[in-house]
């Protein structure tokens, strides 16, 4: 069965500590992995996408890696603006739709 | 360029009724999808909408159903509502199939059933 798992569930960080957020996956067939930000009340806004092993996205403090098993989202020197619910998902096979992790709850405080 | 939209942003309904979502997708954009989203469940994929044509569907009941029209926006319905089906209902558009192209998700209609 397909399925995503995010850990760690939070994470607290001060200002300007830098961290990993982890995604791992079992797919039948990998055709993207997502990550997404979300804030409270609102969708999830689209950040990257990672199509095979090795690939790597950057923007700003944020950039995504992706192995065979598991993606990483690293957060480099964060901001209190940083805080927000990161959620990974994956792609598979069947075609259109996304499995999504639980999230992360990323706190940054000053 | 417009994001897409999802009407109304809130809803209130008693167990039973029926209910009604609206969303409109990025200009462009023929794909349209609709997820739930639950503490406990997280977010959830209800179906897929590609030119009017129901592509791939979720593991929900036959309660949940939807239609996309010819200039793509889609319309979801919930009859028989339960207490159950209170949750964040989120649609996305993307210009390819939603399983490897980005979708682009709307702010949600939380909807809740008393």
């Known amino acids: 069965e397909d399925q995503v798992t995010q850990s760690p569930e939070a994470l607290r960080l001060q200002e300007g500590e830098s961290s990993s957020l982890n995604c791992s996956y079992t797919v039948s067939g990998l055709r993207g992995l997502f990550w997404y930000r979300q804030d409270p009340g609102k969708g999830p806004e689209f950040l990257f996408t990672l199509y095979s092993a090795g690939e790597e996205k950057e923007k700003e403090r944020l950039k995504a890696t992706l192995t065979k098993k598991e993606s990483f989202l690293h957060i480099t020197a964060p901001k209190p603006e940083d805080s927000a619910t990161y959620l990974c998902a994956v792609g598979d096979n069947q075609g259109g739709k996304l499995i999504f992790g639980q999230g992360t709850e990323l706190s940054v405080k000053p | 360029k417009a994001g897409v939209t999802q009407t109304p942003r809130y809803l209130i309904k008693t167990r039973g009724q029926q209910v009604t979502l609206s969303c409109s997708p990025i200009s462009g954009h023929r794909s349209v999808s609709w997820y739930q989203q639950t503490p406990g469940q997280g977010l959830q994929f209800l179906f897929e909408?590609?030119?009017?044509?129901?592509?791939n569907k979720g593991n929900f009941p036959g309660r949940f159903s939807g239609r996309q029209f010819s200039n793509s926006r889609s319309e979801m319905n919930v009859s028989t509502l339960e207490l159950g089906d209170s949750a964040l209902y989120l649609c996305a558009s993307s210009i390819g199939q939603g399983g490897n192209s980005p979708l682009h998700f709307g702010n949600g209609t939380r909807l809740t059933v008393t």
């Open positions: 909408y590609f030119s009017e044509t129901q592509r």
